[in-house]
């Protein structure tokens, strides 16, 4: 008798009306697990507040319980209390690593706090090449030793020291690891070219209010004084801007009117003028933000995707199913991550007219989108689909859902607020 089938888990979505509602979101991915990552450096508690309901905060979890911390995570209060009872670890469990990009951003705290780091290498979405070479390099400036292998990365330094580094690219994970092994370097470290996302600005001031000397937070030259110690420190982890634009394109996407919470305009400026140039009207009320179109075609219009405060590459797949629909051609150009357009053979199997020309596509519409089964390649491009299936004919079975478990909380439950016609069950086809 052959075995069973393991089911897994699938979202079915059908098009219908317009998303009409209010969201109150929680704390950003791409800070929560670099905040978590932050509390190796500490002497004492990192207590963090707003944190996501989302898999690869328990992951990460893992990671840090693998090198010495006492994780107490509630999921449904939003908090997680993190504590160093053991530092003599130097090497964070695999299995967990490879599970979770965001594994890297050990790497700087290890080296200045323990001397060491041994680490697998890091997982995550399959969006392309995301090389780890410039953290390395930045941590050799600062008097570290380096050892490859096939497998993952050895570094080892007696006493980290200030160094002068300008990043070839203005790598998120890179600026992150070296602010934080330049905290307790000796001396001063400038980082220039530094990337500026918002998610590092809260990871700088989390790690001020822990004892950091950090200047330049927010601009592309990061100068950062080593001192002695770190102490712990309560922090709200700040809000998840790919997260809220994500909602708000669904509403101009379906037509409706949907207001986000808890939200800073200023770290979505560029994806709101686009959402305005489309055809949406875009009001902003204090740490509020609604998207409301009734009526009338959307807009072409061009997106490019750039490190911030440029287009965010974690908006482009969910920008393109939204210029599907725009009344003309609109250009999408890549500029971040090579693989992103992966997702756009997702839309052609639904009726999208896209040309891909290296990292250019050409999107002529409106067209009609058919239900269709498709692939969460990555957390966007899950997202994406979902989207996607919200305006399309018929039902639209998105697989792999893990992945957008991995960055939005409670998905399929704000939706389904907002009036979506979406469930989530277990599918052994």
Known sequence: MAPPVASEPVFRVRGGGPLEGTLRLSGAKNSVLKLMAASLLADGPVELSEVPDITDVPVMGAVLEGLGVTVRHDAAAGTCRLEVHDDRGLRPPADAVTRIRASVACLGPLVARRGAAELALP??????????????????????????????????????????ITLDFPSVGATENLVMAATLARGRTVIDNAAREPEIADLCRMLVAMGADIRGIGTPTVTVEGVERLTGVGWETCPDRIEAGTYLVAG??????????????GDLTLPLRKLADAGATVDVDGDAVTVERRSGPLRPVDVVTLPY??????????MMVLLTQADGMSRCTENVFESRFSFVDQLRRMGADIDV???????????TLRGATLDGLDVRAGAAGVLAGLVAEGETRVRDVDHVDRGYARFVERLRTLGADIVREDDGA
């Open 357 to 367: 020309d290296g990292h250019h596509a050409l999107l002529s519409g409106p067209t």
């Open 309 to 318: 405060p440029g287009f965010p590459t974690d908006l482009q797949p969910q």
């Open 123 to 164: 997982g995550g979405d399959r969006i392309g090449a995301r090389s780890i070479d410039l953290h390395l390099e930045g941590l050799t400036a600062m008097g570290a030793v380096v050892e490859r292998a096939s497998d993952g990365v050895t570094v080892h330094a007696d006493a980290l020291h200030g160094a002068r």
């Open 252 to 265: 101009a996407l379906t037509g409706g009117r949907v207001r986000v919470e808890r939200v800073r305009a």
